[in-house]
């Protein structure tokens, strides 16, 4: 049993991150049908922005620890946001009439581009964030071990998922954002500026994968420029797992995930766990082919 | 001055022309008609002007002005309003969002848009019944209603309707003619595109027939009731 | 007449005078090694330290004059750590004609390259590829300055059953050819021993960085000892993991777990007292060869290399420097076997430098390394 | 229209033939030009081709997103090494059965999820790729030598000549390019052909004449499959050592682009896309470090100012896919 609660712990905090980064893949899926294989770099550049804040510029000033980490995270998080903005100007807006198939190679060039830019200007070998900067505290309940950093992850991505989720269902632009992610032109008729739509997207689904990536960062100190890519994959199957296109879907999709992936490790074995993992997803999609909390829609092509 | 004039309009799909060049004018606090078969181009007409395509030549003039390559939001902003054909409401939004939205430029005046949903609540008592409910739960005459209704919260000038009885029962279709008579008779300008050819003819004053992309026909709707092409073609009669 | 004759003589010495020139041209040409590394893709780090090393070695030989009166020059060949690359550069440093070539880091991805360099008789030398599988194949033109896992997996099986008194091991990998490589390799002689069992065994997947899951699993099986035999970050990730799950069973890395980043991402307060089945580092040897060459790349690029492997890049290529200086030849052949036969006790960078028949280098030292609250390896007392 | 169009598609088969055309001259000349490590990429850019054309029956006729081909590849390159360590089979008739091994992998694997729409049978193929490349590393049975991979020793034979050096796998390759383009034309015309093309173009319609989409779309992943299967054990003979690392999502990833930058559903297209994606990097090697940097801001811009790919086909509808009008 503890061992169990052991393992939902770790599956929740591993299924929060997975959640926060299709969050973005979601979005950008629902109101632009693309599949934005980039995604996960934008996490990874949260990640990298996030420790050269930490390294170069706050580790001399005399600041509390929480200023600090405050502002590394913002950061990162504004610095992935323009990224994000920046990419979409670029890479693909021009695409938006040239069918799916040629923003998706698009978003795979720009993946490309970032992992290795990445590279360039951090160099390839392993980073890691500073020891000072990560608090160490850790708990022991009843023999489960909780770490303070666990307890952060899952408390702030389940208050940015809440605060998403309230923000896309109450507020007139959050209502604009799900008319368009269902229906372009009348979305324009409603006096909606889709372009601006899809920019508040882009903001807000890097801007997650930033934060994402600084408090895994922070969480495992290792950062590395390939990691996006493993990641993106997981949190891209997550959002597929709860139905892709749907907000509520990532995230229940992400925790599953993360959850599914260390019962795996934990009980079965951890060099199968992705089979297992990819196993189930193929299972579900069989019987549901929408996701968990996909809606039956047809598909638009 | 026209509200609404159409000069010379031209529009292509890829590489081939649909719309070889019409002109169309739209008085203010008119109703105005445009007929045709399926295929002769009134919905790629009513999608130019409501800036959804831009037309490959020609001009669009709102009030004496250019709009002809202004985004469609910008137009919602001067006062058109397009309720597209097939209702196309937003089927996953309650009724409640699907008509807020339709407000969304007066998105910041909260007053002013619950003043207008208050009219259209009364102009359409089913849909306050239905408020909280997910538009695409609704009866096709229930979502005729909430599109004509969304159209009607951005406050416009003109609306343009595509098809608004298409596949609706006769006693409903009857309904959405009042309302039309209704809207216009508050002040709202009107450009119908409809296939029940003589239900439009009889509330409208004027008429465009469009024929495989040109305007075959025009004049006062009592004339082009008369004619006897029109008859022929559009009214079923001999 | 004899104007005629003395034109002969004139063509001949003419004819003569462009032979020495065309002699001396050829002597001037370079003598060109290749160098295959992964200069990009995830291993990028490596390739460039090995890089970096080969090219002191290089200076170094033309400074003194190159080899043969001639200049050498390192023609390199980016396999991005990918077989399908490393075919592509195998056969690129065949067509541009190289004496040899040093290469590459990873074991699958050596495997096809040393296929091609074997059929076409290229001598080529490993710098870091120490799965077993390499020497296996009876390839004659294929050798390694780095030793092979057994030898290591030999090592931490005794060192675990004698020196640290452990009875229960646990062995993860992270099913790369190196890691599971030396993860087996440990296994059979604990097993074959029977001094003590392998109560866990598991892998887990590079690049993922959560592994609280396995280790919790682990955990439960109350190992004695801890032997992880993937790579540095991940290595650094897994004690980190474990010490906070509260698993106090030492942690033992192999040699890819060496590495100023496993302290850095564990931190130093839990990677101090981690253990590490390791070849003696750079800075560790004594040889004065050594000295010298982690003093010039400390010159060059600010820190030592932070990994051996790099440094058995260095001594391949000087390896093979020396065969063509000792048999003044250029023939593969010839250095071939003067490698297998003829090279005893070289005196590398990182010891004496013998290979055997099938083209292991002999005599294998293993250390265990401690890290120390310094925040360096040094070998353990 | 209608004589527009059928003078349009004789343009283009005339074009195609003048690509194919100028390609074989080139390809016949090239060699005596080179060395062999060009010959030899070359022989990858033949393999690419292979694999490219097989997956475009896929993405490109049928239009069913598949971003996971290289599990076919995997299972036709393993049952080769497999099979001829194991029982010293010939190459040939190994090619043959890879083939229909990875053909029957090809309709088992995608059986049950052949019904899922675009994006998701995207995932799924992503899955079942990892899949395989997770189990061929797990060495189940001790089969597949774990992340070793195998060892090939065997080679094709032709009358006793051992297909060995470059310029005999270059002949062989593209030998098999020659078959396969020439099957491919056949298949295009054939009642299949067009049957696929409708499923693309309009399931629904398609189902509605007849023609039975479900089995339209498995025959399209077998035989894509299946080809792709075939090439795996021309692969394995080249490799002479194949390991999981060769069949990566990443390298489904590149065969995708490959198609779609190419131009989807067009011969010339692949075999264009893939000859610059094996020789832009080879060209680029001076630039290091910066090279695959260069690589994804090509690929963007490529899309950006020829989103319809290289070489078009004009058999792949004009009609905006899923883009909106403005």
Redesign the interface.
Known sequence: MVFFLSQMVNGLTVGAVYALIALGYTMVYGVMRLINFAHGDFFMMGSYLGYTVLVTFLAAVGLPLWLVLLIATAIATLGVALLGVFVERVAYRPLRRSGRLAAVVSALGVSQFLQNAAMLIWGARFQAYPPWAAPDAAWNIGGVSVSLMQLLIIGISLMLMVGLYLFVQRTTAGTAIRATAIDHDTARLMGINVNSVITLIFIIGPALGGIAGVLLGLYYRQIHFTVGWSYGLKAFTAAILGGIGNIPGAMVGGLLLGILEMLGAGYISAAWKDVMVFGILILLLIFRPTGILGERVAEKV | MSLLSLKDVRISHGNVEAIHGISIDVDEGRIVTLLGANGAGKTTTLRAISGLIRPRAGHILLDGQDVTTLPAHELVNRGVAHVPEGRRVFSTLTVAENLKLGAYKYRSQPKRWQATMDRVYKLFPRLEERSSQLAGTLSGGEQQMLAIGRGLMAEPRIILLDEPSLGLAPKLVQEIFRVIREINDSGTTVLLVEQNARMALRISHNAYVLETGKIALSGPAAELRADPRVRKAYLGEN | MSGSRSARLLVSLALLALLSMAQFARAAEPIRIGLQAPITGPWAYEGEMARNSVQIVADEINKAGGLLGRPVEIVLGDDQGQPQQSALVAQRMISEKVVAVVGTYGSSVNDPAAAIYERNKLVNIAYGSTAESLTTHGRKYFFRTCFRDDRQGEFFANFAADTLKAKRIAIIHDNTTFGKGLAEAARRPILAQGKAEVVFYDAITPGERDFTAILGRMGRTNPDVVYFTGYYSEAGLIIRQMRTLGIKAPFVGGNAAVNDEFIKIAGIDIAKGALMTQEPLPTDLDYPESKAFVAEYVRRHGEAPSSPWPVYAADAFKVICAAIEATKSTNSDVLMNYLHNNLKDYPGITGPISFDAVGDREGAIYLAYEVFGEGDFRPRR | MKTERSRMSRMSVSANSAFLMVLAAFLIVFPFFV????I??CV?WGINVLLGLSLNIIVGEV?LFNMGHTAFYAVGAYTAAILSQRFGINMWVLMLLSGVAAAIAGNVLTA??M??????L???T???N??IR??L??NPFGLTG????L?VLDQFRVFGRVI?S?IDFYVLVWGCVALLLFALFRLQRSRIGRAWNYVREDAVAAESTGINTRWAKSLAFMIGAGIAGATGTIYAT??????P??FT??AS?SL??IV??GG?GSIPGVILASGAMMVLP?LM?DF??????F??????L???FR??GLWPSTRWS?????????
Not at chain 4, 35 to 38: A, P, Q, V
Not at chain 4, 146 to 149: E, F, V
């Open positions: 060395s062999d490590y060009w030899d990429v990858f239009g049950p999820i019904h899922l729409r675009g994006d998701y995207l995932m799924v992503v899955g079942l990892e899949i997770i189990t590393i797990n774990g992340p070793n991979g060892i060995q470059p080249k490799m002479m050592v194949i390991s690392d060769s999502f990443a990833v995708f682009a779609i930058l989807t080879e090697r290091a470090q910066y090279r695959m940097l690589f994804g801001l090509a690929m963007v490529m899309m950006i989103p319809q004009t009609r905006v896919k899923g883009g909106d009008a403005e």
